[in-house]
């Protein structure tokens, strides 16, 4: 991603709500039926039934190599885990990653839960670095919508995490612009940079996801070349919306409500997409 913007027409900004409300439905059904001794493989088939009951394709499916609707990432997995048939712990902190594709267009986004019934002290601890990795997304698309260049989204977020936390924003992993592709132009960085990106202007589209970590950033990879861990084995998490800038305001494409609860807040106010 080298970072030019590709902006949406009305029609295509219209078409992308879609995608963003299946994908928000299929992570809704799998949020509910996180709990202690469901395995990952079994909301991988969840998240697949709701996406193709409504249309859709799971769009993880049409990466090469890549046979699942979800990525799942459980304590120090930072990104990319494969669904297994391993059940789920009392207390793991829980990512999953999800995207649907319908018209010819994507929506991406993830969701982070901490399983009941673990170490209270080490669930709380999970709770918190879940609380300031989604108010640092929420902070980044409040940002979005008062922006003028997309690199403000980053120092939003930076700012929030450093407000909060003492916790390490990575840098292997950024968010990323949506329509046609499930990745695009332009890179959406989650931290300041000294390039300032590209306009902030009706028809972009882009998915914010910051991904923290509660202690080194470093990483590796497993021999499967897709899930990637946290080198000093500590825990990582990601939440992520997809977002349309409009000619009303922003719309946050994977969330039922448009973002209206999560950018309460910070009072903005989110705007529908107007038919073309």
């Given amino acids: 991603?080298?970072?030019?913007?590709?902006?949406?027409?009305?029609?295509?900004?219209?078409?992308?709500?879609?995608?963003?409300?299946?994908?928000?439905?299929?992570?809704?059904?799998?949020?509910?039926?996180?709990?202690?001794?469901?395995?990952?493989?079994?909301?991988?088939?969840?998240?697949?039934?709701?996406?193709?009951?409504?249309?859709?394709?799971?769009?993880f499916q049409l990466e090469p190599g890549y046979r699942h609707t979800l990525c799942v990432s459980i304590n120090d997995v930072v990104v990319h885990g494969i669904p297994t048939g391993e059940p789920i712990e009392p207390g793991d902190l829980v990512t999953v990653d999800c995207g649907a594709t319908i018209g010819g267009f994507h929506g991406d986004a993830a969701i982070s839960v901490v399983v009941p019934g673990g170490d209270p002290v080490r669930s709380a601890e999970r709770q918190r670095l879940s609380d300031v990795t989604r108010g640092a997304l929420w902070d980044g698309i409040a940002a979005l919508a008062a922006a003028k260049q997309l690199g403000e989204v980053g120092a939003a977020v930076e700012d929030h995490v450093e407000a909060n936390s003492g916790f390490g924003i990575s840098d292997?992993?950024?968010?990323?612009g949506i329509g046609r592709s499930m990745h695009e132009d332009?890179?959406?960085?989650?931290?300041?940079?000294?390039?300032?990106?590209?306009?902030?202007?009706?028809g972009l589209c882009v998915a914010i996801e910051p991904i923290i970590h509660a202690g080194s950033t470093a990483t590796t990879t497993d021999a499967d070349g897709w899930t990637v861990r946290s080198a000093d084995g500590g825990d990582a998490c990601q939440w992520e919306h997809s977002v349309a800038v409009h000619e009303g305001g922003i719309w946050v494409l994977t969330a039922l409500d448009g973002g209206a609860e999560g950018l309460a807040p910070s009072g903005v106010v989110p705007a529908p997409i107007a038919e073309p």
């Fill in 186 to 202: 332009p890179p959406v960085f989650n931290y300041r940079t000294r390039v300032r990106g590209p306009a902030v202007k009706p």
């Fill in 1 to 59: 991603m080298r970072g030019r913007a590709h902006y949406k027409s009305r029609r295509e900004l219209a078409a992308m709500r879609e995608p963003g409300r299946i994908t928000a439905l299929a992570l809704e059904a799998v949020r509910g039926a996180i709990r202690a001794g469901v395995t990952p493989l079994e909301l991988d088939r969840l998240a697949e039934q709701v996406i193709r009951d409504h249309g859709a394709v799971p769009n």
């Fill in 172 to 176: 292997d992993y950024i968010g990323h």
